[in-house]
């Protein structure tokens, strides 16, 4: 199976260019709402990344090893693409570039399509119920790597 690769080798890229432009991002969002918690510093970032690594890595492995038929495979992978969405609403809504938005639809997108096209040549494509597992199972996970990373104590830094 390729699909399992390109989604992960494609979440890889996308999530370095995420990784990079996340604490510019928090930072954005810090000046316009006044709540200096959500400021992340780079380390912070990176090990919010590498967090989510461990999932999304283990789920393209239970996926090449069950040929798609893994639950948490179908699920992050219907995650991942319906992701694509939320960083293109994000840039709209704050009105300019937000961390992953330049690799969303060129890198993500590609990666998740070719995984869910092969699972629909072999007779198992997503079903809508898996976005909504993939949102449920994404969602939280993102957020208790960013809460774990954010424990790690941030470095000093100058404002700009």
């Known amino acids: 199976m390729r699909g399992p690769g390109a989604l992960f080798a494609a979440w890889t890229l996308h999530d370095v260019e995420e990784a990079v432009a996340f604490p510019q991002t928090c930072d954005r969002l810090a000046d316009r709402t006044g709540a200096e918690r959500l400021r992340m510093d780079g380390r912070q970032s990176w090990a919010a990344v590498g967090m989510m690594a461990v999932l999304v890595g283990t789920s393209c492995l239970r996926g090449e090893r069950?040929?798609?038929r893994s639950r948490l495979y179908r699920a992050v992978l219907a995650g991942l693409e319906a992701h694509v969405g939320t960083h293109l609403i994000a840039s709209a809504v704050l009105r300019g570039y937000t961390?992953?938005?330049?690799?969303?639809?060129?890198?993500m997108l590609p990666g998740a399509v070719l995984a869910r096209r092969e699972l629909e040549r072999r007779g198992a494509p997503l079903r809508s119920?898996?976005?909504a597992v993939g949102a449920a199972v994404l969602i939280p996970a993102a957020l208790l790597c960013h809460l774990l990373?954010?424990?790690?104590?941030?470095k000093t830094r100058t404002r700009r």
Not at 149 to 154: D, G
Request: glycine residues 10%; aromatic residues 4%; charged residues 20%.
């Open 129 to 131: 119920r898996e976005y």
């Open 149 to 154: 990373a954010r424990l790690l104590p941030a």
């Open 99 to 107: 961390a992953g938005v330049a690799t969303a639809v060129p890198v």
């Open 66 to 68: 069950t040929r798609g």
